[in-house]
């Protein structure tokens, strides 16, 4: 490792897969315009599920990345995550050829190849293992997204796959981010992709009592801090971010989006499934993250917030930023873009950290949709139905995940 003074590290390329669709600036533009991605189910609506709504990636041609013997070979969570990743690249300008050795990847998945893993059991049963895919392995691994774009773009930096839940894309791109700092590296692509809509993924979360039962429109089911809401809206996705050392960037012309400033990381100690009620570990990963980035509280005015549309997590989320920011926290606005795009699991800290990334550049914090009546203890400024217009310099990003993990970033308008 080496030992000189850390680096600054600075966000130059972002690329998306979401349910309202692929391209950067035409997903922005829905998101503040309050616009859902959330459909009904489709292909599985004739199960006996509990829930009926799901968030499917929108325009997604993986033709355009991928060539067809290298989608037989990728189950939808990798195809996602190099689609969003060539556009983060493409983006961001980086020379590669001058700096793949010194280029790392840190990219996760919440689950992984869940469809892969079901379609081949089903093939043991039905047709006996012989018949089973030799790339079954390959393609459902968690740590495949990441060595699937190492080897794609030629990147032989450090490489790594975190699966943390929820909070995968978080904790990547702060790793990664810290990897750079340390002088490990120089860039790195970094973030999280999920693919869960098959019958086992939706089967799983609906035995936990985790999804939305909605029964109305399917747009209005995610509905952060909401009295009507009863569970989280599965959604597929994924989030690619191009990191690099602020000085590299600086001396190449790179068109810098955003600084990374702060990262903070904790663990509930509390329960699998469930945060605690007071929101302890959420405060300490928040604190960590504003202590790392030299800030105080008062600093922040914008959260891109976990709000996932659950009873506990909610409120917990809430009763965090409420103690760690005191009497600041009611000058702060709160939104949850999970309300349009329902909650992409191991890619959501990817996606909201380029959210927050675009709210800086715009000086927009987005709204929360579906909070038409908030519910009692969620009392904060959601900023619901409309974005707002906010001047600020920061935007704290939060995820947490199952088995009590939980990280936070902060970015910096540069």
Sequence with gaps: MNNSIPKRVVVTGIGWATPLGCDIESVWQDILLGKSGIKNIQDLEN??????VYGYVQGFKPESYLSAKECRKMDKFIQYALAATVDAIEHSKLPLADVADRTGVAFGSGIGGLSTIESNCRIIYE?????????????????MAAGNISIKFGLQGPNLSITT????????????????????????????????????????????KALASWQGKPEEASRPWDKQRNGFVMSDGAGSLVLEEYEFAKARGANILAEIVGFGMSADAYHMTSPHKDGTGAILAMSGAIKSAGLQTSDIKVINAHGTSTQVGDLAETSAIKSLFADDAAKLKVSSIKSMLGHTLGAAGAIEAISSILSLRDQIVPPTINCDDPDVGCDLDYVRHGAQKQSMDFVLSNSFGFGGTNGSLIFKAI
């Design 47 to 52: 199960e006996d599920l509990r829930t009926k």
């Design 127 to 143: 047709n006996g293992v012989k018949k089973v895919s030799p790339f079954f392995i390959p393609a459902s691994i968690t740590n």
């Design 165 to 208: 839940a929820c909070t995968t894309g978080t904790h990547n791109i702060g790793l990664a981010a810290r990897l750079i700092s340390s002088g490990d590296a120089t860039a790195m692509v970094a973030g999280g992709s999920e693919y869960t809509s098959c019958l086992l993924g939706l089967s799983g979360f609906s035995a936990l």
